[in-house]
């Protein structure tokens, strides 16, 4: 069973700046569209960013221009540049490989954002 570990989370001021990586153990890692998403307390998960196979990226509007989202498949690890960063970004960020409306792995831990002066 695939094994999905995040982590680089943090506390960091508005305007400031985090990268956030996810290691998953899934063989041929390189062939599976990774997304990151995130859970902000009461709200639903959202999908922020995801990357295809030949590292396409797609972001959702609300980080458009500020986060980049890239994938080291030697590594079997994908990364979140996140820039500019708002209140707003404060949230649980997980990711997962999504297929249609479902996700294929099990969520891990995910890793903890605050955005706070």
């Known amino acids: 069973q695939v094994q999905v570990v995040e982590s680089g989370g943090g506390s960091v001021p508005p305007g400031g700046s985090l990268t956030i990586s996810c290691a998953a153990s899934a063989i041929h890692f390189k062939i599976y569209r990774i997304a990151w998403y995130r859970q902000a307390p009461g709200q639903e998960r959202e999908l922020v960013a995801q990357i295809s196979s030949d590292e396409v990226p797609e972001y959702a509007d609300s980080v458009k221009g500020r986060f980049t989202i890239s994938r080291d498949n030697a590594r079997n690890t994908v990364y979140l540049q996140m820039n500019s960063l708002k209140p707003e970004d404060t949230a649980d960020y997980y990711c997962?490989?999504?297929?249609?409306?479902?996700?294929?792995?099990?969520w891990g831990q995910g890793t903890q954002v605050t955005v706070s002066s």
């Open positions: 997962n490989s999504p297929y249609g409306s479902i996700t294929v792995w099990p």
